[in-house]
């Protein structure tokens, strides 16, 4: 069964209207699992940036300097605003689809299995980045992934869900030294070199 409700600054995010709506949208934004088919091919980088800092920045004079910030606050070089998606590598368009979500300044970042396309090394590159931006910018992620060791990585706060449905919440540290649901159990035992963690 679907129950229950999703709110966002205490309003039902389901009945969001109007100037609501328009804030719901600026500041909660998704980092999808293939930055490849999230991307407008036929748009350059500089062009992804910009978008959203025109539309919700109305009248900004100042867009391409705000584009070279997102750029750099994701460690890509100035350079990259003339290249395409498919000029530049699986972590640098991950890299630019977090610039995009970046780019209205979001209380919340939904981060849909967003390193699982990606190789160990660059994973843990972008993990890092991600935590490095939650500190300096204040950042709440939503992080949704199967790999648990990405998750315990990440989180702070861990809720396990089988089949939609809840089986686990509490503190990260704890349900990975305490797990409580059989489920939680047999997850944590899957992961290579689980007795270690």
């Given amino acids: 069964a679907r129950q229950g409700t999703i709110t966002f600054h205490g309003k039902n995010v389901m009945l969001l209207k109007g100037k609501d709506y328009n804030n719901f949208r600026k500041n909660v934004q998704l980092v999808f699992q293939d930055p490849?088919?999230?991307?407008?091919?036929?748009?350059?980088?500089?062009?992804?940036?910009?978008?959203?800092?025109?539309?919700?920045?109305?009248?900004?004079?100042?867009?391409?300097?705000?584009?070279?910030?997102l750029l750099e606050d994701v460690n890509l070089p100035k350079s990259s605003v003339k290249k395409y998606p498919h000029e530049i590598s699986g972590?640098?368009?991950?890299?630019?689809?977090?610039?995009?979500?970046?780019?209205?300044?979001?209380?919340?970042?939904?981060?849909?299995?967003?390193?699982s396309a990606l190789d160990v090394s660059v994973q843990a590159?972008?993990?890092?980045?991600?935590?490095?931006?939650?500190?300096?910018?204040?950042?709440?992620?939503?992080?949704?992934s199967h790999d648990l060791s990405v998750v315990k990585y990440m989180s702070d706060r861990i809720a396990v869900l089988q089949h939609g449905k809840l089986q686990e919440i509490?503190?990260?540290?704890?349900?990975?030294?305490?797990?409580?649901?059989?489920?939680?159990?047999?997850?944590?035992?899957?992961?290579?070199?689980?007795?270690n963690l």
Avoid: W
């Avoid at 088919?37 to 919700?56: C, M």
């Avoid at 979001?106 to 981060?111: M, R, S, Y």
């Avoid at 305490?178 to 489920?183: D, I, L």
């Fill in 125 to 144: 590159g972008i993990l890092n980045l991600l935590n490095q931006l939650k500190e300096e910018k204040g950042l709440t992620y939503l992080f949704i």
């Fill in 36 to 69: 490849f088919s999230s991307l407008n091919p036929k748009h350059t980088v500089q062009e992804i940036l910009a978008e959203p800092v025109r539309l919700y920045h109305k009248g900004s004079k100042d867009v391409n300097k705000k584009v070279l910030q």
């Fill in 170 to 195: 509490g503190e990260g540290a704890e349900v990975y030294s305490h797990p409580q649901s059989p489920y939680t159990q047999m997850l944590i035992a899957s992961i290579p070199g689980s007795q």
């Fill in 91 to 115: 972590g640098q368009r991950q890299r630019i689809s977090l610039a995009r979500a970046l780019a209205l300044e979001p209380e919340l970042i939904i981060c849909d299995e967003s390193v």
